[in-house]
C-alpha cells in the first residue's frame, strides 16, 4: 500500500473516531457530509442551555447561532470559549462586535486543533507488514465569520434580520506526503429571523449554510456537501422584572428544533433552563440531542454564569451519552450587554410631575419629581445640567435650590441610549413668607411686595400686617417704591430723627423728593401713628390724583362712605377709590378716617398703584413673558 494512501486512512480514522463525541472536528459527519464546526456549541452559555439559544441570542455568540441577535447589539463587546475535547481536542470560539450605522457588525473565529498526531505507515520486512512511522501532524478545522444584523425599523422594530458571511477551512501540517489531500476550503452564508412582540417572548428561526450548492473543496478536486440546517427556537422570561410573572428574580425557557434541509437527518430537540436568583448569578440546565447512525441521543448539560460589571465568567458541562468519560468543561469569558434585552421603544416617553409650571413656592428649594416610560439601560436624566438617577421603575427626583426671591426657570432634559430627547421647563417662583399672613386677607399683596424688596418683615419672620403703620415706615415704603437713592450721611432736617435712628436716610429722601412733610414745630414724629385719612392721602398722591382729589371733594356727600364728609382728606379718599387703590373695602359704607392705617391696607393699596404695578410687571418679566394688569390676574396665573 502507498504510504499517501495509508496516510490518509489513518487521518480519516482518527477524525471519525473524534466524531462520535462531537461532529464539529469530523472530516465527514455520520451521513458523508462536511461538518460545520458551530454545531459542536458557540459558548459556555448556551452550551449549559442544551444550545438551546437561537432565539435568546443577544451578544457576541449570535453570530454562531442566529445572526440576528446582533441587532440587539449596541456596544462593542467580545465573547470567547474555550474547551478540551477528549483531552486531545482544542476547540476555540470568538467574536467581536461593533455597533455602525442602524445595525451591529461583528468577525468571529470556530474551530478546534489536534496537535501532535502521530503517523505511520506500513512496509513489508521480511514478507511482513510492518508500522514505520512518518513523524507527528497537526490538524486544524475552522470557520471565519463576518456578520451583520439589525432591526426592521422601517417595517417593524420587533423584527431583526442577520447574515453570516462564512470562509470553511480544514488544514493538515505535517509530512509533505498526503498532505494535500487534507487540505480544503468552502464558503457559504446564514441567515436568520428574531422577532420580539413583547418583553418576555422571543421566536427565532436561523438558516444555516443556506447554500446548498456550495460544496467543500480539497487540493484533491474531492468535494463534499456542507450540511444545511433550519434551526427554530423561542425564548421565554418566565419571571423577572420583565417577565411574564413580574419577580425580583429572572427565569428564561429556551427551546430549539434542528431541522436538516435534505431530511438525512432526524430533527433534534435542544433545551434550556436559565435562572438568575439576582443579576450577579445564573444557574443554568439543559438537554442537548444529537444525531447518530441509530437515530438521536440525549446528552444533559449544566452551567453557572457570573456576572460582574459587563463582564460574564460562563462554565459548562456537557455529558455525551455513548461515552460518559468524555464529558466535556466549557469555559468562556465575554463582554455583555444590558442584563435584560428588551423590546424596542418605538417612542421615548418621559415626564414630570413635580413641580407644575408656573407653581408658588416660598422655601429655598423646589422639589423636582418624574419618570422615564419603560425605563432602559443608557437612559439619563439632567435637572440643571447635573444628572440625576432614574431608578428601577423609572422615577427620578431631586432639589433644585431657588436662592433668590422671584422667578426661576428650572430646564429637566431626559435621555435614551440612541440621542432621542425629551426637554421641559418648569417655572416657579418664590415668593417671601411671613409666618403670620397665611390667612390674612392681604397676604398675596403682603408676598408680592415682600418678594420685590417694597416691604419687609420683623428678625422672627413675621409681618405683623394688623400693627398700625408709623411715619418713619411709611417713609421707607416710599422711598423703596420709588427706588430713590439714598444717602450714606443724611443730613438732619427733622429735630426728633436722630443720627443714628433707623429711618433717618429714608426720611431725608422722602422728604427731599417731596413726598412726606414735617411738623411746624421742625418735628417728623418718626414713630407716630398714621391715621387711614393720612395713608390713603398720601398713596393717592403717590399715583397722581392731586387733581382728582380737588375736583371730587366737592361732592363728598356723595360718597360711598358716609363717614368722610367734613374729612378733609375727602377728595383723596374719593380719587383713592375712583382708580381702584381701596378695592378691599368695596362692600363697607365707613371709611373711619382715624383708625389706624395697617401695615397690610398700606401694602394691599401699594400693590394696587401703578408703580406697585410695574414693579410687579417687571419682576415676572422672565416668568413666561406675560405682564399683568392687577394683581389678581397675576394671582390667577401662577396659582
Not at 480514522?13 to 459542536?40: F, H, K, M, Q
Not at 419618570?371 to 436624566?381: H, L
Not at 428601577?392 to 431657588?402: A, L, P
Request: proline share 5%; hydrophobic share 40%; glycine share 10%.
Amino acid at each position: 500500500m502507498k504510504p499517501s494512501a495509508i496516510l490518509k486512512i489513518l487521518i480519516g480514522g482518527l477524525i471519525i473516531a473524534l466524531s462520535v463525541c462531537s461532529a464539529a472536528v469530523a472530516e465527514e459527519d455520520v451521513y458523508g457530509r462536511a461538518t460545520d464546526p458551530a454545531y459542536i456549541g458557540v459558548g459556555a452559555r448556551p452550551m449549559g442551555m442544551g444550545k438551546a439559544y437561537v432565539a435568546l441570542a443577544e451578544d457576541g455568540t449570535s453570530i454562531f447561532t442566529n445572526p440576528a441577535g446582533l441587532a440587539k447589539v449596541e456596544d462593542a463587546l467580545f465573547s470567547s470559549m474555550y474547551s478540551n475535547l477528549m483531552e486531545e481536542v482544542n476547540y476555540m470560539v470568538g467574536s467581536l462586535t461593533y455597533p455602525i450605522g442602524p445595525g451591529t457588525i461583528a468577525i468571529g473565529y470556530l474551530g478546534s486543533s489536534v496537535a501532535g498526531i502521530e503517523l505511520y505507515t506500513e512496509e513489508e520486512v521480511g514478507g511482513e507488514m510492518v508500522p514505520v512511522s512518518l513523524g507527528q501532524g497537526d490538524y486544524n478545522n475552522y470557520v471565519l465569520y463576518l456578520s451583520y444584523g439589525s432591526r426592521l425599523t422601517a417595517i417593524n422594530p420587533d423584527i431583526m434580520i442577520g447574515v453570516n458571511a462564512k470562509l470553511f477551512a480544514k488544514q493538515f501540517m505535517g509530512p509533505e506526503v498526503a498532505v494535500s489531500e487534507a487540505n480544503g476550503t468552502g464558503t457559504n452564508v446564514d441567515m436568520g429571523i428574531l422577532y420580539q412582540p413583547n418583553n418576555w417572548f422571543t421566536f427565532g428561526i436561523t438558516k444555516q449554510n443556506l447554500m446548498e450548492e456550495s460544496k467543500m473543496e480539497y487540493e484533491t478536486s474531492i468535494k463534499e456537501d456542507i450540511p444545511s440546517l433550519t434551526k427554530i427556537g423561542f425564548n421565554m422570561n418566565v419571571f423577572g422584572k420583565y417577565g411574564y410573572v413580574k419577580t425580583p428574580y429572572k427565569l428564561n425557557i429556551a427551546v430549539d428544533v434542528d431541522m436538516d434541509s435534505k431530511g438525512e437527518r432526524p430533527n433534534t430537540f435542544h433545551a434550556g433552563a436559565e435562572y438568575w436568583p439576582m443579576e450577579l448569578l445564573a444557574i443554568r440546565a439543559g438537554i442537548d440531542q444529537d444525531p447518530i447512525p441509530e437515530g438521536v441521543i440525549s446528552n444533559l448539560t449544566a452551567g453557572v454564569g457570573l456576572r460582574i460589571g459587563n463582564i460574564s465568567f460562563d462554565y459548562a458541562y456537557h455529558t455525551y451519552y455513548e461515552i460518559p468519560e468524555n464529558a466535556t468543561n466549557y469555559f468562556s469569558i465575554s463582554m455583555v450587554g444590558p442584563f435584560d434585552q428588551l423590546k424596542p421603544r418605538k417612542d421615548f416617553v418621559a415626564s414630570v410631575k413635580k413641580p407644575g409650571d408656573r407653581m408658588v413656592i416660598y422655601g429655598d428649594k423646589v422639589k423636582i419629581e418624574g419618570s422615564v416610560n419603560d425605563p432602559r439601560p443608557g437612559d439619563r436624566v439632567e435637572v440643571m445640567g447635573k444628572e440625576v438617577s432614574i431608578d428601577s421603575e423609572g422615577r427620578f427626583g431631586t432639589y433644585v435650590n431657588v436662592e433668590k426671591l422671584g422667578a426661576k426657570r428650572i430646564a429637566i432634559k431626559a435621555m435614551d441610549k440612541k440621542g432621542r430627547r425629551v426637554e421641559f421647563t418648569r417655572d416657579v417662583f418664590r415668593l417671601a413668607s411671613f409666618k403670620d399672613v397665611s390667612e390674612h386677607w392681604a397676604r398675596k399683596p403682603i408676598e408680592f411686595l415682600g418678594t420685590i424688596g417694597l416691604v419687609s418683615g420683623y428678625p422672627d419672620g413675621s409681618f405683623k400686617p394688623n400693627k398700625t403703620l408709623t411715619r418713619a415706615e411709611l417713609a421707607k415704603i416710599l422711598v423703596t417704591a420709588k427706588n430713590i437713592p439714598l444717602t450714606k450721611k443724611a443730613k438732619r432736617s427733622f429735630s426728633d430723627v436722630p443720627s443714628d435712628h433707623w429711618a433717618l436716610a429714608y426720611v431725608e429722601a422722602a422728604k427731599d423728593a417731596g413726598l412726606i412733610t414735617g411738623y411746624p414745630d421742625g418735628t417728623f414724629k418718626p414713630n407716630a401713628l398714621i391715621k387711614r385719612a393720612e395713608g390713603v392721602t398720601v398713596m393717592a398722591r403717590l399715583e397722581g390724583l392731586v387733581e382728582m382729589a380737588e375736583e371730587l371733594k366737592e361732592d363728598a356727600e356723595d360718597s360711598q362712605f358716609t363717614d368722610i364728609t367734613n374729612s378733609w382728606a375727602a377728595g383723596y379718599i374719593m380719587a383713592a377709590n375712583e382708580v381702584g387703590l381701596l378695592e378691599h373695602m368695596e362692600d363697607s359704607t365707613s371709611f373711619s378716617p382715624s383708625s389706624g392705617f395697617t401695615r397690610a391696607e398700606a401694602v394691599a393699596i401699594l400693590s394696587r398703584t401703578s408703580l406697585g404695578q410695574e414693579k410687579i410687571n417687571s419682576m415676572m418679566a422672565n416668568f413666561e413673558g406675560q405682564e399683568y394688569e392687577t394683581v389678581e390676574d397675576l394671582t390667577l396665573a401662577i396659582r
